[in-house]
């Protein structure tokens, strides 16, 4: 489990567990985390929310959404106090959806091993943005895949042992996400959402972040992210049942790339759930 929301836990106990993870990926998160772990006032605020929505991830995030920028430990505690209705708003309103293309560059070597053309299928797919390996480029250490869209970003990644390193990117003919809150890479806000959840201080995941969003919205064919109830997706009848533009082409097989980030393959062309965990979320 990703540290800062053990319901084993007490709050303050989760937000001195997340000061560590943070430790040497993001300074500000540390020292911010370590101090709401010490704080009355806003410990006392998260306490009279749902414990989902206590976690550090998520009130970090809605305090740079609402602020503009990663707030001190005095500006988060004005928040939490005089701001409490539109903090707790966001919070309750909001998910930890982190989208990183960058796993991409892990998944790409499995994809490309798989007779083509392929169709994907992503469970908790966020934006969707981990669905377009076709247009990101690719740098292994100095092995590069050239991806289809010439603005994406290139994804790097520095392979360990003897991995199967492809020389072009897979045909995708189909793509389609499932979700329990699709987010719209053409609507700003929730873009800004996504942006306010990468944590300070990681290198350019920002950057990578706001291309590969721009990436999508260059896309010739959209992908859709079907909204979906928690536990609820169900192999015979997945959501573009009956929907003939909708389906997945005869022609391809179907795989399941991340929730977040692991890949299965189903040859009968319905959803598959392979939950997995990696990058923070
Ligand atoms: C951390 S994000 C990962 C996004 C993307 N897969 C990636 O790797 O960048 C996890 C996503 O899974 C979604 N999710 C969580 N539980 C789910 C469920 N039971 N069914 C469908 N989606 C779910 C969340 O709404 C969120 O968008």
């Given at each position: 489990?990703e540290h800062?929301?053990?319901?084993?836990?007490?709050?303050?106990?989760n937000?001195?567990?997340?000061?560590?993870?943070a430790?040497?990926?993001?300074?500000?998160?540390?020292?911010l985390?370590?101090?709401?772990?010490?704080?009355?006032?806003?410990?006392?605020?998260l306490?009279?929310?749902?414990?989902?929505?206590?976690?550090?991830?998520?009130?970090?995030?809605?305090?740079?959404?609402l602020?503009?920028?990663?707030p001190d430990?005095?500006?988060?505690?004005?928040?939490?106090?005089?701001?409490?209705?539109?903090l707790?708003?966001?919070?309750?309103?909001?998910?930890t959806?982190?989208?990183e293309?960058?796993?991409?560059a892990?998944?790409?070597?499995?994809?490309?091993?798989?007779?083509?053309?392929?169709?994907?299928?992503e469970?908790?797919?966020?934006?969707?943005?981990?669905?377009?390996?076709?247009?990101?480029?690719?740098?292994?250490a100095?092995?590069?895949?050239?991806?289809?869209d010439?603005?994406?970003?290139?994804?790097?990644?520095?392979?360990?042992?003897p991995?199967?390193?492809?020389?072009?990117?897979?045909?995708?003919?189909?793509r389609?996400?499932?979700?329990?809150?699709?987010?719209?890479?053409?609507?700003?806000?929730?873009?800004?959402w996504?942006?306010?959840?990468v944590?300070?201080?990681?290198?350019?995941?920002?950057?990578?972040?706001a291309a590969a969003?721009?990436?999508?919205?260059?896309?010739p064919?959209?992908?859709?992210?079907?909204?979906?109830s928690?536990?609820?997706?169900?192999?015979?009848?997945?959501?573009?049942?009956?929907?003939?533009?909708?389906?997945?082409?005869?022609?391809?097989?179907?795989?399941?790339p991340?929730?977040?980030?692991?890949?299965?393959?189903?040859?009968?062309?319905?959803?598959?759930?392979?939950?997995?965990?990696?990058m923070s979320?």
């Amino acid at each position: 489990m990703e540290h800062g929301h053990d319901p084993g836990l007490g709050v303050a106990e989760n937000y001195l567990a997340f000061a560590e993870e943070a430790r040497g990926r993001s300074p500000a998160y540390e020292s911010l985390a370590a101090s709401v772990a010490q704080d009355g006032v806003v410990l006392g605020f998260l306490g009279s929310l749902p414990p989902d929505k206590r976690q550090p991830n998520l009130l970090f995030a809605a305090a740079r959404y609402l602020l503009g920028g990663t707030p001190d430990p005095g500006g988060l505690r004005d928040l939490a106090s005089r701001g409490r209705d539109e903090l707790a708003g966001v919070l309750l309103a909001r998910r930890t959806q982190t989208n990183e293309p960058a796993r991409c560059a892990t998944l790409l070597p499995a994809l490309a091993l798989l007779p083509r053309p392929l169709a994907l299928i992503e469970v908790g797919a966020s934006a969707g943005l981990t669905l377009l390996f076709d247009r990101y480029s690719y740098d292994y250490a100095g092995h590069r895949i050239t991806g289809s869209d010439p603005a994406a970003p290139v994804l790097r990644s520095e392979p360990h042992g003897p991995v199967p390193l492809p020389d072009r990117v897979p045909e995708i003919t189909w793509r389609a996400g499932l979700d329990l809150n699709p987010l719209d890479v053409s609507d700003d806000d929730e873009m800004r959402w996504l942006s306010c959840l990468v944590w300070p201080g990681e290198g350019d995941r920002e950057q990578r972040l706001a291309a590969a969003v721009a990436t999508a919205r260059r896309s010739p064919r959209s992908t859709t992210i079907w909204p979906v109830s928690p536990n609820v997706i169900s192999p015979t009848a997945p959501p573009w049942t009956g929907s003939t533009s909708s389906s997945p082409p005869a022609s391809a097989d179907t795989f399941s790339p991340p929730w977040p980030s692991s890949t299965a393959r189903r040859q009968d062309r319905s959803a598959a759930v392979s939950p997995s965990a990696s990058m923070s979320g």
